[in-house]
């Protein structure tokens, strides 16, 4: 069912944001000199490589490819029109195809990079047991992501130890409680969070899990 839900909202999808793509690559290009579209290598179901495609956000895909650390939201590296999309996630809309094809669903733990694989163990392996996804509550919790990374001076670091290891929690939760009604729940909680209109413990139902982030925030400035 899950899959058949991918294939046609993905083609509705693909259909209905046509327009909406076309004005966004136009406006890409107009503003920033570079390639309209950015693709990465990224792992998703049974650590299978697979093109990520999202509009460009940064100055250049040369700079993001060469880049091996996390970078602060605030970056001179992205674009004006870059952190509107990012904020509005309109710079995910191509992944529409990544879903079409089978790489990716609505719903899922984010594609991760391959070179981040070697910081995980055996039971945090287990999030690639599902096809990767557009969004999740690991996705919601951490929508401000760009935000903390801003008030750190080693976000690469502060990624690395606090906010990956808790992704990957909040990935296996999502795994142990998924079923469909609670993909299109997330999917409709994904659009509210984008007008602060969920909340973490509407997403997440178990409050020693969601306490970890008050605490991370907390260690923000003493430690990074």
Known sequence: MKRLFDIVASLIGLIVFTPVMLI?????KMT???PVLFSQKRLTKGMK??????????VSNEFREKNTVQIKGSSSEITPIGKFMR???????PQFWNILKGDMSFIGPRPELPRRLK???SRQKEIFSVRSGISSPASIVFSDEEYLMNQVEDPEKFYIEQI??????LNLYYIENQNFFYDIWLI??????????VKNEDVVKDNKLLAKKEKMVEKIGAEY
Do not use: Q
């Not at 966004?24 to 890409?28: L, S, T």
């Not at 490589?49 to 940064?58: C, D, V």
């Not at 990956?164 to 929690?169: G, L, S």
């Open 24 to 28: 966004i690559a136009i406006v890409v």
């Open 32 to 34: 920033s000199s570079g």
């Open 49 to 58: 490589e697979f093109n990520i495609y999202k509009f460009r956000s940064m």
């Open 87 to 93: 904020k509005t996630k309109l710079d995910e809309l």
């Open 119 to 121: 910081y995980y163990n």
């Open 164 to 169: 990956m290891p808790y992704k990957i929690e």
């Open 188 to 197: 409709i909680a994904t659009l509210l969070k984008i007008i602060n209109r």
